[in-house]
């Protein structure tokens, strides 16, 4: 998420259960679309913009490590 989105923190500055969007990480709808790419292709993810779990999934990096886990194919 750091590399992809070029972002001026380290990892360990980033609180797992902190939201993403805005007081958290402060990502936007572009980058957490440009999030959702990466993670598609690297953990062969099938992420739909129109599914309503995504505010969930999308909630928190653990939330997001959490689905990915149960749901990766690669």
Same mark, same amino acid.
């Given at each position: 998420?750091? !590399?992809?989105?070029?972002? !001026? &923190?380290?990892?360990?500055?980033?609180?797992?259960?902190?939201?993403?969007? +805005? !007081?958290?990480? +402060?990502? %936007?709808?572009? %980058? /957490?679309? !440009? &999030? @959702?790419? &990466? /993670?598609?292709? =690297?953990?062969?993810?099938?992420? =739909?913009? %129109?599914? @309503?779990?995504?505010?969930?999934?999308?909630?928190?990096? *653990?939330?997001?490590? %959490?689905?990915?886990? /149960?749901?990766?194919? *690669?």
């Amino acid at each position: 998420m750091i !590399e992809c989105l070029n972002l !001026e &923190v380290t990892a360990d500055q980033i609180a797992p259960d902190a939201p993403l969007y +805005g !007081e958290g990480l +402060g990502l %936007d709808s572009i %980058d /957490v679309l !440009e &999030v @959702a790419l &990466v /993670v598609s292709k =690297r953990y062969g993810l099938q992420l =739909r913009t %129109d599914s @309503a779990d995504n505010q969930h999934i999308f909630s928190s990096l *653990r939330s997001l490590s %959490d689905y990915i886990a /149960v749901q990766r194919t *690669r």
